[in-house]
């Protein structure tokens, strides 16, 4: 495992309750510059609502969050992905009525330097920053084979093309840290590879971190080099692939055991 | 190429709107040359012009930023009278009346804007219903402090009160501007038909190069989706802010613009009926289309006045019009209709 000092990402004791419940409790985690990171467990574990402390959806009742050693306490949603983390989302979240190239440029919105009154009287560095984004755009966009479909509305996407449009806009706010929330909900097996491809890709070509929730064992196994399973809110295990299958506890936590049913 | 193009068709929608408003202005020029146009329509355009540009306001909160004001008046007001107020006391001191009237329109949009940010902040916290309910009192609060507003000029500067004329202590020879419910009255009008339409001109270029930039792009990302905006790096609060005040300063400009068309304007003119008549204007030409926003604000001002003859039932009729538009254009046989002129044009833009 990677040392603690150069993780991208490291939580410690991260919980929140909503009103008497205890959503997530003590939540140790830390994640390494290039690790993929799977975060797996039963619907209802509550790792989508991790994913929402982290990018700050939601404040943390206790605990801490550091993003490359700073603590991210105080920040809003949007500081927190100008400080690096980025993520797509359980539940689709396009601009439904925009351009799958607009819905990229948003993700660009803070790497395109020009200000409101030159985009009102068209300065020069309008038109040049306006043909750099276009350019990154259907860099991007051409990862996920997208580019020829760049004017097409987003909502009348097909629904995986939907989820890769969503890692794209989430690739071009330049995080450090990417968070997948079931980016293969909804796709078949054959697209499946493709994503798993493509992940491994982001990893390699950007340099960044990945964290993951998925239901589908193959891409967990298949990709991610550590894995961390949540119960109640709580880690039961951490480790690599094939231990994490081995462990009864996980095993357990998905059959179900004797203790839980009654 | 493709972002040739893509602009190309945002730019075709552009221009498209210039064009009809030079076209609006020439015909209108070539009409009055020939005698054609009757006075009544003659005393509407500059109502018109101020009428299409509040539209146009109001369609980039409503329609651009996704929030329904119903308190524009306010701000239509706020640029009115202070338009007024400036054009009266430079009355001496700047004798060109187009000058003046640029000062009147600069001055009146840049005191609408500073009420935009004012009533902004605390507003733009709330969303969808609880806003319009929000705008639509601080449209009261304005129309109300309008109403008890005195404003005098003399030798020694601008004077103001809230009770009544004479606790503004003016000199003897000082002049009232603006007379609490009375408003103002003896108003030089500057105003003209050809700075009308370069205002509007102007406000659409404002708009629509707004509109079609990353400022643009954030606002309406926030419309569509405000948490997937937050995540993906949008300050949402910032640009539902320009937005607005954008808008709130383009109203002021507009109000400006239509006071100095009047010898007397009252501050109950820019009442909640004003408002909801610009929501209408909004409502019928299309959410979000300004080309529609332009129609539908200069037919829906011509019309009463071309009703006139039908005397008392003019709103009446104007109501049943109303009616008439909203169903033709919800039906979905028309609807079709127009996506497939739509289609088609696209698909003979792709076989180019």
């Not at chain 1, 359980?90 to 409101?116: A, C, P």
């Not at chain 1, 997208?146 to 004017?151: G, I, K, N, V």
């Not at chain 1, 450090?176 to 491994?200: F, V």
Request: one cysteine or more; a positive charge; charged letters at 20%.
């Amino acid at each position: 495992m990677s040392k603690e000092t150069d993780a991208v990402l490291k939580t410690s004791h991260l919980g929140i309750d909503f009103g008497g419940l205890t959503a997530v409790d003590e939540f140790n985690i830390s994640i390494a510059p290039d690790e993929i990171k799977g975060l797996i467990g039963p619907n209802g574990a509550g790792k989508t609502t991790i994913f929402n402390l982290l990018t700050k959806v939601y404040q943390p009742s206790r605990g801490k969050i550091f993003l490359d050693g700073k603590d991210t306490k105080n920040m809003s949603p949007v500081q927190v992905n100008h400080a690096g983390i980025a993520r797509t989302f359980q539940n689709i979240r396009l601009f439904d009525k925009l351009s799958v190239e607009e819905n990229v440029r948003i993700g660009l919105h803070e790497h395109v330097r020009y200000g409101m009154f030159s985009g009102i009287l068209r300065l020069p560095s309008f038109w040049k920053e306006e043909k750099r984004a276009h350019e990154r755009t259907l860099e991007l966009l051409d990862i996920f084979g997208l580019a020829d479909q760049a004017d097409v509305r987003a909502d009348s996407l097909p629904y995986g093309a939907q989820r890769r449009l969503e890692i794209v806009r989430a690739l071009a706010t330049e995080p450090k840290l990417l968070l997948l929330d079931e980016p293969a909900a909804g796709m078949n097996p054959s697209e499946t590879e493709e994503l798993m491809k493509n992940i491994r890709k982001i990893r390699d070509e950007f340099k960044i971190a990945i964290m993951l929730i998925e239901h589908d064992m193959n891409l967990v196994m298949g990709i991610c080099e550590n894995i961390v399973v949540v119960n109640f809110g709580k880690i039961i295990a951490e480790g690599t692939p094939s231990r994490i299958q081995n462990d009864p506890q996980v095993i357990e936590a998905y059959l179900g055991g004797r203790k839980e049913e009654d | 190429m493709k972002a040739l193009k893509n602009l190309k068709k945002q730019t075709k929608i552009s221009f498209l709107n210039y064009g009809i408003v030079i076209l609006f202005f020439i015909v209108v020029q070539i009409l009055a040359n020939l005698g054609m146009l009757t006075n009544s329509l003659k005393g509407q355009l500059i109502p018109i012009l101020s009428y299409v540009i509040m539209a146009l306001a109001l369609n980039l909160v409503v329609g651009i930023s996704g929030e329904l004001s119903l308190g524009h008046a306010g701000f239509m007001s706020v640029g009115a009278f202070s338009g007024v107020v400036v054009s009266m006391s430079l009355a001496e001191n700047v004798p060109n009346p187009g000058l003046r009237l640029l000062l009147a329109i600069v001055i009146g949009a840049l005191l609408a804007g500073i009420a935009g940010v004012i009533i902004g902040i605390p507003v733009l916290r709330l969303n969808g219903d609880y806003l319009a309910i929000v705008t639509l009192a601080f449209g009261e609060i304005i129309k109300n402090v309008m109403n008890c507003l005195y404003v005098g000029v003399d030798k020694a500067g601008l004077h103001l009160s809230f009770k009544d004329a004479a606790s503004m202590g003016m000199a003897a020879d000082g002049k009232v501007l603006i007379n609490g419910p009375m408003g103002a009255t003896g108003v030089t009008k500057l105003s003209t038909f050809i700075a009308g339409t370069i205002l509007l001109l102007l406000v659409l270029v404002i708009i629509q190069n707004l509109v079609n930039s990353r400022t643009g792009l954030a606002i309406m990302a926030i419309r569509d989706n405000r948490i997937a905006a937050e995540a993906s790096g949008v300050p949402v609060t910032r640009h539902k802010l320009i937005a607005f005040v954008t808008s709130a300063a383009i109203a002021g400009a507009a109000g400006a613009l239509y006071a100095l068309n009047y010898s007397t304007i009252a501050p109950k003119k820019f009442d909640f009926n004003t408002s909801i008549l610009i929501l209408v204007f909004v409502v019928l030409g299309g959410i979000g289309n300004m080309t529609g926003s332009i129609i539908a604000a200069a037919l829906l001002t011509v019309l009463p006045e071309l009703l006139r003859k039908f005397s008392d039932y003019r709103m009446l009729i104007y109501a049943i019009v109303l009616i008439l538009v909203m169903i033709a254009s919800n039906n979905p046989k028309l609807r079709s209709i127009f996506d497939g002129l739509g289609k088609k044009a696209k698909k003979e833009e792709a076989a180019k």
